[in-house]
């Protein structure tokens, strides 16, 4: 079961505020890496390259933990523990609509040619506020 975003994370995942997400990489080990994120549903769902190192890790394990700091109040935290699905299909829309949430703009600038774009969903399977809805 897909654990619930209370409205009081909905709303601050819903602002353009950066998320960090935590993968494992192939010796075991944590890497971080902050990214624009995004809410479809009750998952969260971020964007990257193909075969860059969290897309790496994430081909080998797909769970993952996301916090999210609310830069108005450093107090206003969720945390997300859950798996990422990956896909293709939609990414290049997906990081247009990131870059419109987060810079206002159409297309994403930073696009690279031959890039291949990924979009990852993450059910969550335990949400915690650390200031509680």
């Given amino acids: 079961m897909t654990a619930q975003l209370s409205q009081k994370a909905r709303a601050l995942i819903q ?22 994120i995004d809410l479809d549903g009750d998952d969260l769902v971020f964007n990257t ?18 916090s999210i ?20 299909e939609g990414a290049d829309a997906h990081i247009d609509s990131l870059a419109k949430k987060y810079l206002g703009v159409d297309s994403y600038p930073n696009r690279r040619d031959g890039e291949v774009r990924v979009k990852y969903r993450v059910h969550a399977d335990k949400v915690v506020m650390q200031s509680g809805d």
């Fill in 69 to 88: 700091v609310d830069p108005d109040d450093p107090y206003n935290v969720v945390v997300v523990r859950g798996t990422a699905e990956p896909t293709e």
């Fill in 15 to 36: 602002r353009p505020v950066i998320a960090n997400v935590a993968t494992v990489d192939a010796d075991g080990g944590p890497q971080v890496t902050p990214v624009w």
């Fill in 49 to 66: 390259a193909k075969n860059r190192v969290k897309s790496v890790n994430l081909s080998h394990n797909r769970q993952v933990a996301i």
